[in-house]
């Protein structure tokens, strides 16, 4: 267990459908990073939020959007799915800066549009 | 444009070997540089953090190297297991960035 849990493992929707996956960082982390992994891909980087604010944005589609709420805790919105957004979407957070610390990644949410 | 680069193509090698995996950068300017494990279906390891100023570091079996010069950095295994077997990504980062964009990742398979 990496300490940081992400919700549900598994998701299986329609296209056109709107989904929503959870993150809980590491205790004491405060920056939240989402990634989308695919097999073609590789794993791209969405979007950071750090205590509650929006950091630095990736290739996030306007379809996705995500916060952080005061208790750290993260959730990333897909909405108007497609076949193409079938992927693993990871988690992560550090305790600090990038130069000090590397990222605890957790467990992922696989994502299948049908 | 950014790239990096990592053999897209598995390495294969003996139990009790050394695996010698590269990373390559392009259009970088790294002040930092991450390697991370990551086994199918789960999320990513980190292993090992260096600095441009950090030619090489260790972590028990593990040694990692950078040259800015070459613009490269290379991850070595030492005396290979069969668990060691999985994807090696490399992460190399800007300064100011606040995001590390990742490499495709090289698989590693140790035969017994």
């Known amino acids: 267990d990496s300490g940081v849990t992400q919700t549900p493992k598994h998701l299986i929707t329609a296209t056109g459908q709107r989904v929503t996956l959870r993150c809980s960082p590491r205790?004491?982390?405060?920056?939240v990073y989402w990634y989308q992994q695919s097999l073609d891909q590789g794993l791209q980087f969405l979007i950071q939020?750090?205590?509650?604010?929006?950091?630095a944005k990736g290739n996030i589609l306007e379809r996705f959007s995500a916060q952080q709420f005061p208790d750290l805790h993260s959730e990333l919105n897909l909405s108007s799915l497609e076949l193409g957004d079938s992927a693993l979407y990871f988690c992560?957070?550090?305790?600090?800066?990038?130069?000090?610390?590397?990222?605890?990644f957790g467990s992922g949410t696989r994502l299948t549009v049908v | 444009s950014q790239k990096i680069e990592q053999n897209s193509e598995a390495l294969n090698i003996q139990e009790g070997k050394t695996a010698t995996l590269t990373c390559n950068y392009t259009n970088y300017s790294p002040a930092y540089l991450q390697w991370y494990r990551q086994d199918p279906g789960r999320g990513p390891v980190f292993l090992l953090l260096?600095?441009?100023?950090?030619k090489e570091k260790r972590k028990e079996r593990l040694k990692v190297t950078f040259d800015t010069t070459l613009k490269q950095s290379l991850f070595h295994i030492t005396a290979s297991q069969p668990a060691d077997s999985a994807t090696y990504l490399c992460?190399?980062?800007?300064?100011?960035?606040?995001?590390?964009?990742f490499g495709s990742g090289t698989r590693l398979q140790v035969q017994p």
């Open positions: 992460a190399p980062m800007d300064t100011g960035r606040r995001a590390l964009t």
């Open positions: 992560a957070s550090s305790v600090g800066t990038l130069r000090e610390y590397g990222y605890t």
């Open positions: 939020y750090y205590n509650g604010e929006e950091r």
């Open positions: 260096i600095r441009e100023n950090e």
């Open positions: 205790s004491g982390d405060l920056s």
